[in-house]
């Protein structure tokens, strides 16, 4: 099998698999609220809550795509804007249309964001919106939106809740939940968090909770209320992904313990634990970066803009499919650009669990099929 080096699913450690094949327990069970119960402290560290946040983590058994349809139905029935700059952020944007809400996006090419002075300008000349929707790391274009400038600006907006895709990003970079203004962030677990699909990580506001609260016809599974509610009365809404919860609960210890880190990160635990992490995906970008430039290539979005978790290679005059299927053969895996991407740009997802040192064997066996 190839080392997985998409932007997700990504590689997850055998010890984590292992944990996935624990023997089933009754999701009513003593074990099962303790083992939710033991991934609170550490989400918090993922979603870098300050110690007096007022916000609320959860998990449900979903995909990150459910969670992307929960948060609209908590933000309300009115207006949503969604800066799209790639096929998640346009997912959103579908989703939003999909609910029957009157929805509005900003568009910019693959590979840009969105400029703050047009999201602006949108927000005071066609406003009020009820929610504001973004992807800080589009895996389809490996493009980082800066969460600060964004979340300084919504900050005079009170009524449009700030709502983050945060699936490639989490556990990969750091959050700051309330210093950035967010009023929900989701995620899936198969990226950056490097487990196995099925389950989703959230977080939510205080603001973002009263307005769901006060939404009628919520649905029943995507019920943001009824999920998050549950998840801190310890008691899901229907059967959980118990085998994932086992999973999830170990990763986020794992990382908190510093387990997962480099040696020459030295020996660190809490929230250094969690900044040494994002520390090694920085320095897996620039390596990767660096690693292009040496073969005359440059990534899709503007240097600064480029996602610490996955690198979205403009592929010039290079044979993208040769380049993907002489690294099959060389045990590993990465991927072709996204839709209209396909051919003129790849990309190789350095998030999760993986190492530098893996890094430079899979950009060695790419110098070798390049050569
Ligand atoms: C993968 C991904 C999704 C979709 O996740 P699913 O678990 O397949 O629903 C959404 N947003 C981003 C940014 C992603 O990378």
Redesign the pocket.
């Known amino acids: 099998m190839a080392q997985l080096w998409i932007?997700?699913p990504t590689e997850v450690r055998p010890e984590l698999l292992a944990a996935c094949a624990r023997p089933m327990i009754g999701h009513r069970s003593a074990t099962m609220t303790e083992t939710i119960e033991r991934m609170d402290p550490h989400l918090r560290f993922a979603f870098g809550l300050a110690d007096d946040s007022s916000a609320t983590v959860a998990v449900h058994s979903?995909?990150?795509?459910?969670?992307?349809e929960a948060a609209l139905i908590g933000a309300g029935r009115g207006r949503v804007l969604s800066l799209v700059n790639?096929?998640?952020?346009k997912?959103?944007h579908k989703i939003a249309e999909q609910l029957g809400r009157d929805a509005h996006a900003i568009e910019v090419p693959m590979g840009g964001i969105v400029p703050l002075d047009e999201v602006r300008r949108v927000l005071d000349e066609e406003g009020p919106f009820d929610a504001l929707t973004f992807?800080?790391?589009?895996?389809?274009t490996g493009t980082a939106t800066p969460l600060e400038p964004l979340g300084q600006l919504l900050a005079h907006y009170p009524d449009t809740l700030l709502l983050a895709?945060?699936?490639?990003?989490i556990a990969g970079a750091p959050v700051d939940f309330d210093a950035n203004h967010l009023d929900f962030s989701?995620?899936?677990i198969?990226?950056a968090f490097a487990l196995p699909?099925?389950i989703?990580v959230v977080c939510a506001s205080e603001a973002f909770m009263r307005r769901a609260r006060s939404q009628p016809d919520r649905g029943f599974y995507l019920d943001p209320v009824r999920f998050i509610d549950g998840h801190v009365a310890r008691k899901t809404p229907a059967t959980p992904a118990i085998s994932l919860y086992f999973a999830l609960a170990q990763q986020l210890e794992d990382i908190s313990a510093g387990v997962t880190l480099p040696e020459s990160a030295g020996s660190c635990s809490g929230a250094d634990a969690w900044q040494a992490r994002f520390d090694k995906h920085r320095r897996m970008q620039a390596r990767t970066v660096e690693w292009a430039a040496g073969h005359g290539l440059s990534l899709l979005p503007d240097p600064d803009l480029g996602s610490p978790t996955?690198s979205c290679v403009r592929a010039g005059h290079l044979d993208v499919q040769a380049l993907v299927a002489g690294l099959a053969h060389r045990g590993y895996a990465i991927s072709n650009g996204y839709g209209d991407l396909k051919g003129k740009t790849f990309r190789i997802g350095h998030m999760g669990d993986h190492s530098e040192q893996g890094l430079n064997g899979l950009l060695a066996a790419a110098d070798e099929v390049l050569a």
Not at 62 to 68: C, K, N, V
């Open positions: 932007p997700g979903a995909s990150a795509s459910a969670m992307m790639g096929a998640f952020s997912r959103w992807v800080s790391s589009e895996t389809s895709d945060m699936v490639s990003w989701l995620a899936g198969q990226k699909p099925g989703a996955v």
